[in-house]
């Protein structure tokens, strides 16, 4: 695993996916490839904000971590049967990153949960209205950006304006949401991984599963 940090945060393209391929030929779990390559992002956005790295290669790194779910997606186990419940899931308005959100995504669905993906800088009305016509009772938001904590905050006011805050449980994510970002947006839940909005999702749609003790926000 190591040595696909290394590559990934050196933005070596092949190496990268060589190494995943081998990886999972040697049995590795994806949900660990999938950590792996996320802790190697953060590194290469520290790099980026270090003026070490240019845009030109996160929009590289962003490449290479597509191309490497293409080859993680199918090892991930499918839940069958009936589908468990349904979520609205998006990246907020003003917020272009979706790599974590589709991440997000793929783990619910391998749940066996319907997942209506609104991809990325979704407006608030939106969410809004996916919810109506879907009658999903979850939200979930991701925010990579720290400025798109406004309009994840306009989001989750815009369901109470609309009167359906009640009847939804919102639950919010993104490399730099904490349980302060959850204070300030008036969300109800926030989650630091995909592994964690599957866990939340399940908490919330089964209550009887007991997953988060009365009045907690966070495993
Ligand atoms: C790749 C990348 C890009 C790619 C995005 C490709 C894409 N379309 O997704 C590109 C190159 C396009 C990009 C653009 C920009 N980026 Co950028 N980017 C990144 C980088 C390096 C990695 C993000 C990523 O994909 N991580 C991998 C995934 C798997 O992790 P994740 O997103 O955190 O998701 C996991 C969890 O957070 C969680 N999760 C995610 N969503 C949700 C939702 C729910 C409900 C739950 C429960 C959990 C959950 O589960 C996921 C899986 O485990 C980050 C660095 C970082 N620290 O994250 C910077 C970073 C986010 N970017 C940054 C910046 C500044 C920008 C730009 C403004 C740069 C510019 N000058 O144009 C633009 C933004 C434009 C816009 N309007 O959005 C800054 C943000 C700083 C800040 N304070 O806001 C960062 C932090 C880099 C840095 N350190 O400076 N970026």
């Known amino acids: 695993m190591e040595r696909l940090v290394q590559f990934m945060t050196n933005i070596q393209?092949?190496?990268t996916l060589g190494e995943v391929g081998r990886l999972l030929a040697g049995g590795a779990d994806p949900l660990d490839l999938i950590e792996a390559l996320r802790g190697a992002m953060a590194t290469i956005g520290d790099r980026f904000e270090r003026k070490e790295y240019y845009l030109s290669e996160l929009i590289?790194?962003?490449?290479?971590?597509?191309?490497a779910t293409v080859l993680i997606d199918p090892h991930l186990e499918t839940a069958s049967g009936e589908k468990k419940g349904e979520i609205v899931?998006?990246?907020v308005e003003g917020d272009i990153h979706y790599i974590g959100k589709n991440i997000v995504a793929s783990l619910l669905r391998c749940e066996g949960y319907e997942v209506h993906d609104l991809g990325e800088d979704v407006k608030a009305d939106r969410f809004v209205e996916k919810v109506k016509e879907t009658g999903a009772r979850i939200v979930g938001l991701s925010a990579l950006l720290t400025v798109a904590f406004e309009t994840m905050k306009e989001t989750v006011d815009r369901f109470k304006k609309a009167g359906l805050r009640e009847g939804v449980t919102i639950i919010i994510g993104g490399a730099p949401v904490d349980g302060s970002v959850l204070e300030y947006c008036g969300a109800d839940a926030w989650g630091k991984d995909a592994g964690e909005a599957v866990r939340l999702v399940s908490s919330y749609l089964?209550?009887?599963k007991g997953g988060l003790a009365d009045g907690a926000d966070h495993f």
Do not use: P, V, W, Y
């Open 60 to 67: 590289m790194a962003a490449e290479i971590f597509n191309q």
């Open 206 to 208: 089964d209550r009887s």
């Open 89 to 91: 899931l998006g990246t």
């Open 13 to 15: 393209e092949q190496d």
